[in-house]
């Protein structure tokens, strides 16, 4: 963002103060303040401070030039992938629960959003879309809540599907979706190095399986070899065998899962089954 010409002065002064060989040329304390004295009375105003004042607002045009080709940037790579799905993603992110959408007008250019961003209504936190055989897209939404994803509120999703009605191209049908985390359940043996204490190896296992699957990209795949290398690299561990992986989206009943698991509300927890408590049996390796 452009600084002002005071700014721009004023560090400007700052700048030379620092250098030995320039800073007894100038009284002290000089800054824009006191060139504005200067011109409006009836002295002379010395020719260094014009030369810093002339400097200083050929700086603030230039500045104000590269804001311009920002806004001009951003405007055009909106229109330029318009209806693509990485067009979908981006204005789903600029969701503003709570705010109305206007069409805005840049430089006789038009869009339709926000007058003012609030990070703070911001709320999707993921979102991921998705197509099918038919053509038919949908995109999946989940907000924050201290750190964990959780599904919209009937009135968030409600919103966010009326921002969807004013923004979507003519003749385009997407849906969006915002539904709880799908459910699964880990039935497996980790071998462990026999020295550990048992309440450590279980804390750590536990942790890293939970943090596989937070850190799974939204929308994603479970790959149930790709867990087992997450909890191979744990300093303990000497094997794992996953002997049942079962899996479904949220009130659905689990399902035996043999390679991998393609979630369908985005992301999934370790829910609706056995606890890893429960279902992880440990067995010490000396």
């Known amino acids: 963002m452009a600084r002002s010409i005071n700014e721009i002065y004023n560090q400007l002064i700052t700048e030379k103060e620092t250098k030995a060989t320039l800073s007894g040329l100038l009284p002290l304390g000089t800054n824009f303040e006191d060139l504005l004295t200067d011109i409006t009375s009836q002295s002379k105003v010395a020719l260094w401070r014009l030369q810093l004042y002339l400097h200083a607002f050929s700086t603030w045009i230039l500045e104000n030039l590269f804001d311009k ?37 840049a430089d006789g250019r038009y869009s339709i959003g926000y007058p003012i961003e609030d990070p703070a209504a911001q709320i999707v936190e993921a979102a991921a879309l998705f197509t099918d055989d038919n053509g038919a897209s949908t995109i999946k939404v989940a907000k924050d809540d201290n750190g964990d994803l959780v599904k919209f509120t009937n009135l968030e999703l409600t919103a966010l599907n009326a921002y969807r009605d004013k923004i979507q191209p003519a003749g385009a049908k997407i849906d969006v979706i915002s539904l709880s985390a799908d459910n699964c359940e880990i039935i497996a043996d980790v071998y462990y190095n026999a020295l550990f204490d048992i309440n450590q190896v279980q804390a750590e296992t536990e ?80």
């Open 69 to 105: 080709f920002v806004t001009d940037v951003e405007l055009t790579k909106k229109q330029s992938i318009f209806g693509t799905e990485l067009w979908w993603i981006d204005r789903i992110f600029e969701f503003q629960y709570g705010y109305n959408v206007e069409i805005l007008e």
């Open 207 to 286: 942790a890293k399986i939970n943090a596989y699957f937070k850190n799974l990209d939204f929308g994603g795949v479970v790959v149930i070899n790709s867990l087992i290398d997450e909890l191979q690299s744990l300093e303990f561990l000497s094997d794992v065998f996953i002997s049942s992986f079962k899996a479904a989206s949220n009130g659905q009943p689990l399902l035996a899962k043999s390679r991998q698991y393609e979630t369908s509300s985005g992301y999934i927890k370790v829910t609706g089954g056995l606890d890893l408590a429960s279902s992880l049996t440990y067995i010490p390796v000396s």
